[in-house]
T-cell receptor
């Protein structure tokens, strides 16, 4: 079964706007990661946040983690057309050693 | 470095045929895994390996076999292809046996079973 569920399933914004997508998961985790997938390509790692961290930044990306609510959010600031892609969260549960579980993804469309 | 290389990129099979999807990485990563991606379902783990000679099942292992004779290679075998196995298959690797490291993905194999 899917551990993570992204929300919204699809998001359409204009270039320059911020994009926020959310991930909810079901069980306790060690780490949570975010990935990007361009059409027809493999997934590319964006950022990893550990269970004892609450916020992390990387360039235009900001990730938050709330373990009490079992949720995470990915914020992309000042979006660009090149950010158009699907975004996935992935978790490794404390009881599922060596197994990474992906959510269903958010499709982001950034228009000019 | 080539990273994670998957071959073939596309394949069409008939029901009942067998085939092997190849995955190779040149980063000396211990951890390798196979996922399938179906519309609306994200990625689901098929099999994984934490090192040469060690493999284990993921979420959807039925109909697939794996082996890990070398650190570099992690082939996925379809024993008797079924239409339900039509999917996009991704191989991934990472340095750590645990999952506190980024996964590196190949570009996928698009498989159709007729």
């Amino acid at each position: 079964s899917q551990q993570g569920e992204e929300d919204p399933q699809a998001l359409s914004i204009q270039e320059g706007e911020n994009a926020t997508m959310n991930c909810s998961y079901k069980t306790s985790i060690n780490n949570l990661q975010w990935y990007r997938q361009n059409s027809g390509r493999g997934l590319v790692h964006l950022i990893l946040i550990r269970s004892n961290e609450r916020e992390k930044h990387s360039g235009r990306l900001r990730v938050t983690l709330d373990t009490s609510k079992k949720s995470s959010s990915l914020l992309i600031t000042a979006s660009r057309a090149a950010d158009t892609a699907s975004y996935f969260c992935a978790t490794d549960g404390t009881g599922t050693a060596s197994k990474l579980t992906f959510g269903t993804g958010t499709r982001l469309q950034v228009t000019l | 470095n080539a990273g994670v290389t998957q071959t073939p990129k596309f394949q069409v099979l008939k029901t009942g045929q067998s085939m092997t999807l190849q995955c190779a990485q040149d980063m000396n990563h211990e951890y390798m895994s196979w996922y399938r991606q179906d519309p609306g379902m994200g990625l689901r783990l098929i099999h994984y390996s934490v090192g040469a000679g060690i493999t284990d099942q993921g979420e959807v292992p039925n109909g697939y076999n794996v082996s890990r004779s070398t650190t570099e290679d992690f082939p996925l075998r379809l024993l008797s292809a079924a239409p339900s196995q039509t999917s996009v298959y991704f191989c991934a690797s990472s340095y750590d046996r645990g999952l506190g490291q980024p996964q590196h993905f190949g570009d996928g194999t698009r498989l159709s079973i007729l």
